[in-house]
């Protein structure tokens, strides 16, 4: 099914067919540079960035278009992350909705007030207990939508480990409700980068 992706103006009109999971990497990359560039002029707000057809192509592979957009930003005002830096996380939660939950949202979202704090800390790492969190809540689609997985604080803790983001997401489901396994993976990958 052929849908209309975009009716702004622009370099093309593009469709996609939501449908497709061959292409869904090159639509994704489509709906990445369009949000890039609507950012760039000026669109400052979800809901006006993406049309009906772009919000439904994400939810199809379960995304949200606030987190869409957030990664937009973070991209056009610093450089990170990038689309390939999106791509990956996306394939693992993409897989993990159709797999796991069959196409379905599981219902819950987790608000900020029930993460971790910033400060608090496991194998003597400050962040990581929150970021582990923050991971499952993404990998589930349940993340609050004032809330980034991959924001710039667990870039920063991400790359001071050395761990993409899409690595985390995918020991938070290798790894499903045992963070001690997760925080020993962290560790290791940490030790290695300062070995």
Known sequence: MNRLLWNRPGPAQLRIDIMSNYDYQKDLELVWT????????????????????????????????QEFFDYAEDYVNGGDPTLGDVAAVAEIRRAYFIEVQKGKPSGKIVSPDDLPSRSAESGGLVWLPRIIAKARCKLRGELHRSVMYGCGGDRAFLKMCDVHPAELLRQAWIHDNDDRAVVDWVLKRFAQRKG
């Open 34 to 65: 369009h949000a890039v560039n609507m950012y760039k002029a000026g669109v400052g707000d979800p809901a006006e960035m993406f049309t009906r057809e772009q919000f439904e192509y994400l939810a199809s592979i379960g995304q949200g278009a």
